[in-house]
Nanobody, 125 residues
């Protein structure tokens, strides 16, 4: 059974940092893309960043302006999202998802991905 479990969300002041974790199990980690997506109240879910585990290539949403870093620990089958200089508009529920290699390079949302339950990120001013 494919499982993805997010953790690391919380409340942070504007300008602060958080690191999200996505622990995965039930599939061959090396054969997948893992992506981070977010959904703010009243808005559509959007892609934030993804990583192709087999070669470590990464994709980021243009709007992030270099503030987030995605990484993977292949020994732990876990993907991280380091979020720096958080802005109010970064507040959302953050979800990680798994899809076949190269399926997330456009950061498009696809219901066919396997999804975690989400973790809330709140940015206070």
């Amino acid at each position: 059974e494919v499982q993805l479990v997010e953790s690391g969300g919380g409340v942070v002041q504007a300008g602060g940092s958080l690191r999200l974790s996505c622990a995965t199990s039930g599939f061959n980690f090396d054969d997948y893309d893992i992506g981070w997506f977010r959904q703010a109240p009243g808005k559509a879910r959007e892609g934030v960043s993804s990583i192709t585990i087999s070669d470590g290539s990464t994709t980021y949403a243009d709007s992030l302006q270099g503030r987030f870093i995605i990484s993977a620990d292949n020994d732990k089958n876990t993907v991280y999202l380091q979020m720096n200089d958080l802005h109010a508009e970064d507040a959302a529920v953050y979800y990680c998802a798994a899809g076949p290699s190269w399926s997330m390079t456009s950061l498009a949302v696809y219901d066919g991905f396997s999804w975690g339950q989400g973790t809330q990120v709140t940015v206070s001013s």
